[in-house]
């Protein structure tokens, strides 16, 4: 295993332990016409549950999947049967794609120790071990603790802030032609382009067989985009889940990323009083 993934050998030999919770944090984009609800019900890991990003939200909020308040996270994770201090292990149906994201949410409300399963379910499924379909099997409810590190998560004033006073990058995972503003955005509403002053590091450029590229791959990108480790860097993408892709780039070098902004394009691009820039 390497930190913070561990492999499907490693977890296959450990899904009885009674501290691991194995968690289905699969989610898609409408165009990818997937439904990880049916998906889940028609095989997953044998004692996985499901956590369903559009259900544990900021629901008095009109942007897709916002972080919800720590009392309404920690009543959501505790009827799955986890509290702060479970292993947890997250994974998704495409690999690496919204595993990062659900472990981002964990961590930020201050669960101790959770990993993403290398290569997600397809790996599970390439190495031969079993699934089981249906519902979630009954896991007794745990009282979860939420310790919530406010500072990873960005919002609007925050991005400002950083790029006017130079205190942090701002990291944009969204495709170049969508960075750029030559791609439509996919949520109606939402202009074309970026926040001026970020840099793009499309979250697809990171991940190869739906598992992190090398360590020597990620920085040969990040210094591509023309990104400094040694500086503070703030996320971002289209809804804040891909964010935490790059985010995870960032970990597996050695370089915590500073926050996620967590209303990211979905929010700036909607609003006519913020700036934004087309081109690279």
Same mark, same amino acid.
């Given at each position: 295993?390497t930190?913070?993934f561990?492999?499907?050998?490693?977890?296959?030999?450990r899904?009885?332990?009674?501290?691991?919770?194995i968690v289905d /944090?699969s989610?898609?984009?409408?165009?990818?016409?997937?439904?990880?609800?049916?998906e889940?019900?028609?095989?997953?890991?044998?004692?996985?549950?499901?956590?369903?990003?559009?259900?544990?939200k900021?629901?008095?909020?009109?942007? +897709?999947?916002?972080m919800?308040?720590?009392?309404?996270?920690?009543? $959501?994770?505790?009827?799955?049967g986890? =509290?702060?201090v479970?292993?947890?292990?997250? $994974?998704?149906?495409?690999?690496?794609?919204? &595993?990062p994201?659900?472990r981002?949410?964990? #961590?930020?409300?201050?669960?101790?120790?959770?990993f993403?399963?290398?290569?997600g379910?397809?790996a599970?499924?390439?190495a031969g071990? +079993?699934l089981?379909?249906?519902?979630? #099997?009954e896991?007794s409810a745990?009282? $979860?603790? +939420?310790?919530?590190r406010?500072?990873?998560i960005?919002?609007?004033?925050?991005? #400002?802030?950083?790029l006017?006073?130079?205190?942090?990058?701002?990291?944009?995972?969204r /495709?170049?032609?969508?960075?750029? /503003?030559?791609?439509?955005?996919p949520?109606p509403?939402v202009?074309?382009?970026?926040?001026?002053?970020?840099? =793009?590091?499309?979250?697809?450029d990171?991940?190869?067989?739906g598992?992190?590229?090398?360590?020597q791959?990620?920085?040969?990108?990040?210094n591509?985009?023309a990104? =400094?480790?040694d500086?503070?860097?703030i996320?971002?993408?289209?809804?804040?889940?891909?964010?935490?892709?790059?985010?995870? &780039?960032?970990?597996?070098?050695? $370089?915590e990323?500073r926050?996620?902004?967590?209303?990211?394009w979905?929010?700036?691009?909607?609003?006519?009083?913020?700036?934004?820039?087309?081109?690279?």
């Amino acid at each position: 295993m390497t930190f913070p993934f561990v492999t499907a050998g490693w977890l296959h030999k450990r899904l009885d332990h009674p501290n691991i919770a194995i968690v289905d /944090g699969s989610w898609y984009l409408p165009a990818m016409g997937r439904d990880p609800e049916a998906e889940f019900l028609e095989g997953h890991i044998p004692g996985a549950v499901h956590l369903d990003i559009e259900a544990v939200k900021d629901e008095t909020s009109s942007l +897709p999947h916002m972080m919800p308040t720590p009392e309404v996270f920690a009543e $959501y994770v505790g009827k799955l049967g986890i =509290n702060e201090v479970t292993t947890i292990v997250v $994974y998704d149906g495409m690999g690496l794609f919204s &595993a990062p994201r659900v472990r981002w949410m964990f #961590r930020t409300f201050g669960a101790i120790t959770v990993f993403i399963l290398e290569g997600g379910l397809p790996a599970w499924k390439t190495a031969g071990f +079993p699934l089981e379909s249906g519902p979630a #099997r009954e896991r007794s409810a745990k009282s $979860y603790l +939420p310790r919530i590190r406010s500072s990873a998560i960005a919002n609007v004033e925050t991005v #400002r802030q950083a790029l006017s006073q130079g205190i942090a990058q701002v990291v944009d995972a969204r /495709g170049a032609d969508r960075f750029r /503003g030559e791609a439509a955005e996919p949520r109606p509403g939402v202009r074309a382009g970026h926040i001026p002053g970020s840099k =793009n590091l499309p979250s697809g450029d990171l991940v190869a067989d739906g598992k992190l590229k090398e360590p020597q791959e990620l920085r040969a990108l990040i210094n591509r985009a023309a990104i =400094n480790l040694d500086q503070p860097v703030i996320t971002s993408c289209g809804s804040g889940v891909t964010a935490a892709i790059v985010s995870l &780039a960032f970990e597996r070098l050695g $370089y915590e990323p500073r926050a996620l902004y967590d209303g990211s394009w979905s929010e700036w691009g909607s609003r006519e009083d913020l700036p934004i820039e087309t081109g690279s």
